[in-house]
């Protein structure tokens, strides 16, 4: 009797025991697939949003160059660099700024009365054409339209009958000692940005397009090969022309945000489009942006893929929970033989569950292997989420916190490396007045708090201003505005973000209640940028006699009692809506030629 009623106990034990192992290792699956889930799907969205910034960057960085070209001509004529009117003059300036860039097909100076000379990419000798539109119409209001303007533009695509291409065109305004002499184009190929784009280092199953309005394709891997139906009055290819099922077919079907439970920043728009079929096996991801400032309407950018193809980690982590389940319901039925030595592991399991859900990635331990195939399988996928988490903050956290945001993109675009670029940017160059004296009465700690506190006051309003802090050295700030991020108002940027820091600073204290007046120069110039170092270091510099103009231009502050100076080159890039008083020409310091410099009164 006694042995049958332990053995009834011993039964009831292990049904007892199984059912709280079921119950506990149920719990702590559920947390760890819901935090998975949950994980995954920021991942997922990171991923997708990381294709189409690719597409996005590529059609920048192709494009770009023609705008830069025709702005960077325009300057050079205003500056007297060369006449436009001295044929031999304009053709060297015209070769010289296609050859420069390889994808831009015709540099071409239209002068005010329509007389165009261009240089066209040849494959013979022959570059430099001379043509007569005094009488088209379309190019007499196009002239007068940036007469009156004044700005750089984008304009609409072009077919040319003769070479039977369709260009995209980038156009802007010249004048000479104030008066109006005609404007520069800079052209690119359609063939070309279509051949660009296909060439993103992708997988084969993402297909990139650029789309202008709801029908209109400006750039699609199947028109690296020219479209047979194009016109002057229809340059670019429809939808239904396109050799892309999932493409004509992108409207025909509701849109979400979402690409299933994952959802996109704001900013991105995703859909499913059906391609034939009901069963979904025809289902393919389309996620899209819109694209300002490369004509009068936005583009689309955009990115299509088989929808198998997204998602990955959210069925890794489905397919975990399956394997967990499976492991439980082992768990339960040997319960009395292997409780003793499973449950060390799955509370190890739990509480790093616990530990990632209240304190994040960095301080959960990866878990060690079992000998156990099945929790050695939930460790592993437990470790490879977390991994995943550890990152996805990796990029944003420490990534962002070294470097703007965009420059972040781009470095993990290009693998860690931003291409050298010679562009004409803004420098912004500010000191901290009488810091010596300071440092010399505070011990090393406050000094650093109250250099910490500084930094971050204007390292945030230049941040805002769309500009990029290149140094910190000792209590001076080097920044630039249009490199490395593109900015066409780099010049009243960086005027804004200064008058911004003086009015920030103006009756605000640091550290123990010190008042730090600053000094800022601001130059503008051409300047080179790109990153330096080793394969193991690396930094992101900028080089020129322009940069070095901006210290010495802080400088002269002292002389003058004043705490903001510009140069007259940032001065004629600035907005107009900003007044400045004049200071005079000063000579500088290693420069053979004075400076004339200007005081800002208000924006």
């Known amino acids: 009797m006694l042995q049958r009623m332990k053995a009834s106990i011993t039964t009831v034990l292990a049904v007892v025991f199984g059912v709280l192992v079921l119950t506990v290792g149920g719990t702590i699956l559920q947390v760890g697939v819901r935090t998975g889930l949950e994980s995954a799907e920021e991942l997922t969205a990171d991923k997708v949003v990381l294709i189409l910034d690719a597409v996005t960057n590529r059609l920048r960085v192709h494009l770009a160059p023609a705008l830069q070209i025709t702005e960077r001509l325009a300057e050079l004529v205003s ?63 196009v002239l007068e339209s940036l007469r009156q303007s004044g700005e750089s533009i984008w304009g609409p695509p072009v077919y040319v009958p003769e070479p039977d291409v369709v260009v995209l065109n980038a156009r802007a305004p010249a004048f000479r000692a104030g008066q109006f002499v005609g404007i520069f184009v800079a052209t690119v190929g359609v063939d070309q940005l279509s051949r660009h784009l296909a060439s993103l280092p992708a997988r084969a199953l993402e297909v990139p397009f650029v789309l202008s309005g709801r029908d209109e394709v400006v750039a699609h891997p199947s028109l690296v090969r020219p479209w047979n139906g194009r016109s002057v009055d229809a340059p670019l290819a429809p939808l239904a022309a396109i050799e892309d099922p999932v493409l004509r077919n992108l409207w025909h079907e509701p849109s979400t945000r979402g690409v299933g439970r994952v959802t996109l920043p704001p900013g ?13 096996e025809g289902d393919y991801v389309v996620v899209t942006r819109q694209e300002h400032g490369f004509g009068e309407s936005p583009w689309l950018v955009g990115v299509h893929f088989p929808r198998e193809t997204i998602g990955g980690q959210l069925m890794d982590v489905v397919k975990a929970a399956i394997i967990g389940l499976i492991v439980l319901l082992a768990a339960a039925v040997g319960a009395v033989v292997i409780a003793a030595r499973v449950s060390k592991p799955i509370r190890r399991l739990a509480d790093a569950a616990t530990h990632l859900t209240e304190e994040g990635p960095e301080g959960v331990e990866i878990l060690p292997n079992s000998r156990f195939v099945e929790v050695n399988a939930a460790n592993a996928a437990f470790n490879h989420m977390v991994e995943g988490l550890r990152e996805r903050e990796l990029i944003r956290d420490l990534f962002g916190r070294f470097v703007p945001e965009e420059v972040a993109r781009s470095l993990v675009a290009d693998r860690g490396n931003l291409a050298p670029r ?79 820091i003086q009015r920030a600073l103006a009756g605000r204290t640091f550290g123990d209640g010190r008042a730090l007046p600053t000094r800022i120069g601001i130059n503008t110039g051409t300047m080179v940028g790109g990153t330096v170092g080793s394969d193991r270091r690396k930094g992101y510099t900028v080089h020129g006699d322009d940069v070095n103009l901006a210290a010495r231009i802080e400088e002269l502050n002292k002389q003058y009692g004043t705490s903001l100076l510009v140069s007259e080159t940032t001065v004629e890039q600035a907005d107009p809506s900003i007044r400045f008083e004049a200071i005079g020409e000063v000579p500088i310091r290693g420069r053979s030629r004075p400076a004339r410099l200007y005081g800002v009164l208000s924006d």
Do not use: C, M
Request: negative net charge; glycine residues 10%; charged residues 20%.
């Open 79 to 141: 500056q007297g660099a060369f006449d436009p009117e001295n044929g031999a003059a304009l053709a060297i300036a015209l070769e010289s700024a296609r050859a420069g860039s390889p994808q831009i097909r015709s540099v071409l100076f239209v002068d005010s009365s329509g007389q165009a000379t261009g240089s066209h990419a040849a494959t013979f000798g022959r570059t430099i054409q001379v043509d007569d539109w005094s009488r088209r119409q379309d190019v007499l209001r």
């Open 268 to 280: 991105n728009r995703s859909q499913i489009t059906r391609v034939g079929g009901a069963d979904g």
């Open 422 to 500: 010679t562009v004409v940017a803004t420098v912004f160059f500010s000191d901290i007045a009488g810091f010596s004296t300071l440092a010399e009465d505070l011990e090393p700690e406050p000094l650093i708090k109250l250099l910490n506190e500084y930094f971050e006051l204007l390292g945030n309003i230049i941040g805002k201003h769309h500009g990029a802090i290149q140094q910190f050295q000792g209590d001076a700030i080097l920044a630039t505005f249009n490199l490395p991020i593109p900015d066409r108002h780099h010049a009243s940027n960086a005027i804004r973000a200064a008058l911004a």
